[in-house]
């Protein structure tokens, strides 16, 4: 019996013994993992809780000559509920509740096409899902196309989600996006930016790095399910966002010169067109237009000038003393032979002199002229260009544009033929951009400056870094040669008789070239017009090309030129420093219709009536926008964007006042009569929630 007891009492022992070693394993882990691995473990916590998310900087505007934005970023939101995180039993009356959103739901993002069922079951098929209780975020999407700022106000102020994310369970996934509020206006030069942030072409990338800013990180804590609570001012490093671009361009003649482009380029069903306007004394770029706006041809393509090229033979000639403005030249019977190559004008002109040959675009009198003095010594003329720049980029502020191309002695495809083709543009390639800035030094006394499109770099009102006009040559030619050279250009408009103008002179030069396809010259043209005005005092110089007009004329004085002419009417029509004397003259008068640039069609009538002008046809709309074409009125209809400050300059006080109250803003005044500024530039956003004043400088 005894021996049994014994038995029983060491077994006892030995559980005993197990039990109390167990205990002190126990005991030994706890002091081990809170005291010895304490540190650790806590730090694996932390780290598991806190994360760091990334704050995306916002993207600087790109702003016009007068401050308009052209370019700027605005936050869209996508919104949906995480059902982990909501707490029914927060709500009172949780079913009205959720019959209120659904039917909030489908009115405003139905789309006619979802009801306040469809909306009522996700929401509660989530909120009731069996995944619930084994998973820790279960995400339901409300919408799932991004709305923007105001449509979030809206849509947080419904029952259900007005109670924030920590109760309602709310879900709201931020991203920027680029918006261009003039449209296409333009939109090769200002550039993209492609929804993953990444700038393409123009401004957007040649000044990325100013633009794009710099982007944080903030702590944030995990919640339930994937909700994060960011840590204020804890461990954060806020982003920075970029820097506004203030441009050259301007609105006003980006919209003229696109407008009359892109009329001409239907109207001859030509392939694309060109047209650039630059300051002359500055190098400033007021317009850059390609149509179709799918490439920026103006600055990224490289042609053959054809005749617009010319005048640096001409410049090359007189320099050298070759030849004299009066000089004759026999250019017999329109043709004339090097090697195997003819060269023929378009029609005989015989003897004339140097200065006719110019005028009269003559390519046998070019050819002629600079073969006979250089045949021999064919670098020397290739000097003449190089000092003239044009076998160099212009500089513009753009990334990507290309070295002129230019045939040299030297060369294997140099021969015979090189020369007298090079002397009238062929042989040679230039970008739009590197012939405007040629043609701009003849303009500014000889000086050539780069093409400059950007002037600041500026956070709001405070400048970080300006670019000045820059000299890329300081003279192209002699004074003599210059002079000679601006009465040839104004003698040349006589290929260009249809655009000369009473009121101010225009100097340029016509061009017509055969393009080269599959290695050979086909009887497919490129019209081409550069020039200046006025011509004594040039303010403004101006390039046009159009591609492949297939319909009626071709050539560069009656496809080009009149596109010049438009550009040149509105810019002397408006600019006060070019027109601001009236004067008085004998006879009648021919009629120019008035146009306003916005105009409330309350007031229409009245002012046509006025002025004794048949009204054109007026559409249904409380604000019309008006454009002239030819001798009559286009009147369209204009409807302001209730989000954005519109352009009001140029509007009576009366009309402006009416329209930016109507949309919310607070409108002061100082002098009389119409806009001249306006404190909000165009473009920026209207916050409803708060109020903002704008004021008007009237002239």
């Given at each position: 019996m005894s021996r049994v007891s014994d038995t029983i009492l060491s077994r006892v022992y030995f559980l005993f013994g197990l039990f109390i070693l167990f205990t002190v394993a126990i005991v030994v882990q706890i002091i081990r993992i809170q005291h010895i691995q304490g540190k650790y473990w806590r730090e694996l916590e932390q780290r598991e809780r806190i994360v760091q998310l990334p704050v995306k900087a916002d993207r600087g505007n790109i702003l016009s000559d007068d401050g308009s934005i052209m370019a700027t970023s605005l936050p869209y939101y996508k919104v949906g509920m995480d059902a982990k995180a909501f707490r029914r039993d927060s709500f009172i009356n949780f079913n009205d509740s959720l019959e209120v959103l659904s039917e909030h739901l489908a009115l405003h993002f139905g789309k006619g096409e979802k009801d306040a069922r469809y909306f009522r079951d996700k929401i509660l098929n989530g909120l009731n899902s069996p995944?619930?209780?084994?998973?820790?975020?279960?995400?339901?999407?409300?919408?799932?196309?991004?709305?923007?700022?105001?449509?979030?106000?809206?849509?947080?102020?419904?029952?259900?989600?007005?109670?924030?994310?920590?109760?309602?369970?709310?879900?709201?996934?931020?991203?920027?996006?680029?918006?261009?509020?003039?449209?296409?206006?333009?939109?090769?030069?200002?550039?993209?930016?492609?929804?993953?942030?990444?700038?393409?072409?123009?401004?957007?990338?040649?000044?990325d790095k100013e633009l794009r800013g710099k982007d944080g990180l903030v702590l944030a804590q995990k919640l339930a399910g994937k909700t994060m609570m960011p840590l204020d001012k804890f461990g954060e490093k806020l982003s920075q966002d970029g820097f506004d671009v203030q441009s050259t361009l301007n609105v006003n003649m980006?919209?003229?010169?696109?407008?009359?482009?892109?009329?001409?380029?239907?109207?001859?069903?030509?392939?694309?067109?060109?047209?650039?306007?630059?300051?002359?004394?500055?190098?400033?770029?007021?317009?850059?237009?390609?149509?179709?706006?799918?490439?920026?041809?103006?600055?990224?393509?490289?042609?053959?000038?054809?005749?617009?090229?010319?005048?640096?033979?001409?410049?090359?000639?007189?320099?050298?003393?070759?030849?004299?403005?009066?000089?004759?030249?026999?250019?017999?019977?329109?043709?004339?032979?090097?090697?195997?190559?003819?060269?023929?004008?378009?029609?005989?002109?015989?003897?004339?002199?140097?200065?006719?040959?110019?005028?009269?675009?003559?390519?046998?009198?070019?050819?002629k002229l600079v073969y006979d003095n250089y045949k021999d010594n064919p670098d020397r003329?290739?000097?003449?260009?190089?000092?003239?720049?044009?076998?160099?980029?212009?500089?513009?502020?753009?990334?990507?544009?290309?070295?002129?191309?230019?045939?040299?002695?030297?060369?294997?495809?140099?021969?015979?033929t090189s020369l007298p083709s090079l002397s009238y543009g062929y042989g040679i390639r230039l970008t739009p951009m590197q012939m405007l800035t040629f043609y701009n030094a003849i303009a500014n006394n000889g000086i050539m400056v780069k093409p400059l499109l950007v002037t600041d770099i500026r956070d709001k009102s405070r400048v970080f870094e300006s670019?000045?006009?820059?000299?890329?040559?300081?003279?192209?030619?002699?004074?003599?040669?210059?002079?000679?050279?601006r009465k040839m250009m104004e003698m040349s408009m006589g290929t260009a008789y249809s655009i000369r103008s009473n009121d101010y002179s225009i100097a340029g030069k016509t061009g017509t070239v055969r393009k080269l396809v599959n290695g050979k010259y086909q009887q497919i043209y490129r019209a081409s017009f550069v020039g200046y005005f006025p011509a004594d005092k040039p303010k403004y110089t101006c390039l046009v090309l159009i591609d492949e007009p297939s319909i009626g004329e071709i050539y560069g004085s009656t496809v080009a030129a009149p596109v010049f002419k438009e550009i040149s009417d509105f810019i002397y029509a408006t600019d006060l420093d070019m027109n601001h004397e009236v004067l008085a003259v004998d006879g009648p008068v021919s009629r120019m219709y008035p146009v306003g640039r916005l105009v409330s069609s309350r007031n229409i009538?009245?002012?046509?009536?006025?002025?004794?002008?048949?009204?054109?046809?007026?559409?249904?709309?409380?604000?019309?926008?008006?454009?002239?074409?030819?001798?009559?009125?286009?009147?369209?209809?204009?409807?302001?964007?209730?989000?954005?400050?519109?352009?009001?300059?140029?509007?009576?006080?009366?009309?402006?006042?009416?329209?930016?109250?109507n949309l919310g803003?607070?409108?002061?005044?100082?002098?009389?009569?119409?806009?001249?500024?306006?404190?909000?530039?165009?473009?920026?956003?209207?916050?409803?929630?708060?109020?903002?004043?704008?004021?008007?400088?009237?002239n």
């Amino acid at each position: 019996m005894s021996r049994v007891s014994d038995t029983i009492l060491s077994r006892v022992y030995f559980l005993f013994g197990l039990f109390i070693l167990f205990t002190v394993a126990i005991v030994v882990q706890i002091i081990r993992i809170q005291h010895i691995q304490g540190k650790y473990w806590r730090e694996l916590e932390q780290r598991e809780r806190i994360v760091q998310l990334p704050v995306k900087a916002d993207r600087g505007n790109i702003l016009s000559d007068d401050g308009s934005i052209m370019a700027t970023s605005l936050p869209y939101y996508k919104v949906g509920m995480d059902a982990k995180a909501f707490r029914r039993d927060s709500f009172i009356n949780f079913n009205d509740s959720l019959e209120v959103l659904s039917e909030h739901l489908a009115l405003h993002f139905g789309k006619g096409e979802k009801d306040a069922r469809y909306f009522r079951d996700k929401i509660l098929n989530g909120l009731n899902s069996p995944k619930l209780a084994k998973v820790k975020y279960l995400y339901i999407p409300l919408i799932p196309e991004y709305i923007d700022h105001e449509q979030l106000a809206l849509l947080t102020s419904w029952p259900l989600l007005n109670r924030g994310r920590f109760i309602s369970g709310l879900v709201i996934d931020k991203k920027q996006q680029r918006f261009y509020p003039f449209q296409q206006l333009g939109r090769m030069t200002l550039g993209i930016v492609s929804d993953s942030s990444k700038a393409i072409r123009g401004i957007e990338y040649a000044f990325d790095k100013e633009l794009r800013g710099k982007d944080g990180l903030v702590l944030a804590q995990k919640l339930a399910g994937k909700t994060m609570m960011p840590l204020d001012k804890f461990g954060e490093k806020l982003s920075q966002d970029g820097f506004d671009v203030q441009s050259t361009l301007n609105v006003n003649m980006m919209d003229v010169v696109r407008e009359a482009l892109r009329k001409t380029v239907v109207r001859h069903e030509a392939k694309l067109g060109v047209a650039i306007l630059m300051e002359t004394a500055t190098g400033h770029i007021k317009a850059i237009a390609n149509y179709p706006e799918d490439f920026n041809y103006a600055v990224a393509m490289p042609i053959e000038p054809g005749s617009t090229f010319k005048l640096a033979s001409a410049i090359a000639v007189l320099e050298d003393k070759f030849v004299k403005p009066g000089d004759t030249i026999d250019t017999g019977n329109g043709t004339i032979q090097f090697y195997d190559k003819v060269i023929s004008d378009h029609v005989a002109h015989g003897k004339v002199t140097f200065e006719e040959a110019i005028a009269l675009s003559s390519n046998v009198a070019i050819s002629k002229l600079v073969y006979d003095n250089y045949k021999d010594n064919p670098d020397r003329y290739i000097a003449h260009l190089e000092r003239m720049h044009l076998t160099q980029i212009s500089g513009i502020q753009l990334k990507g544009e290309p070295e002129p191309f230019l045939v040299k002695p030297g060369d294997r495809s140099w021969s015979g033929t090189s020369l007298p083709s090079l002397s009238y543009g062929y042989g040679i390639r230039l970008t739009p951009m590197q012939m405007l800035t040629f043609y701009n030094a003849i303009a500014n006394n000889g000086i050539m400056v780069k093409p400059l499109l950007v002037t600041d770099i500026r956070d709001k009102s405070r400048v970080f870094e300006s670019f000045q006009p820059y000299v890329l040559n300081a003279k192209i030619c002699s004074d003599e040669t210059l002079k000679q050279i601006r009465k040839m250009m104004e003698m040349s408009m006589g290929t260009a008789y249809s655009i000369r103008s009473n009121d101010y002179s225009i100097a340029g030069k016509t061009g017509t070239v055969r393009k080269l396809v599959n290695g050979k010259y086909q009887q497919i043209y490129r019209a081409s017009f550069v020039g200046y005005f006025p011509a004594d005092k040039p303010k403004y110089t101006c390039l046009v090309l159009i591609d492949e007009p297939s319909i009626g004329e071709i050539y560069g004085s009656t496809v080009a030129a009149p596109v010049f002419k438009e550009i040149s009417d509105f810019i002397y029509a408006t600019d006060l420093d070019m027109n601001h004397e009236v004067l008085a003259v004998d006879g009648p008068v021919s009629r120019m219709y008035p146009v306003g640039r916005l105009v409330s069609s309350r007031n229409i009538l009245t002012i046509y009536n006025a002025l004794n002008i048949p009204a054109p046809d007026q559409p249904e709309a409380d604000w019309l926008k008006a454009r002239r074409e030819g001798k009559t009125v286009k009147l369209t209809a204009w409807n302001p964007n209730q989000y954005y400050v519109p352009d009001v300059s140029g509007m009576t006080s009366r009309d402006a006042v009416a329209l930016l109250e109507n949309l919310g803003l607070k409108v002061s005044m100082t002098g009389s009569g119409r806009v001249k500024r306006q404190s909000l530039f165009a473009g920026t956003v209207i916050n409803r929630k708060l109020p903002q004043s704008i004021h008007l400088q009237l002239n």
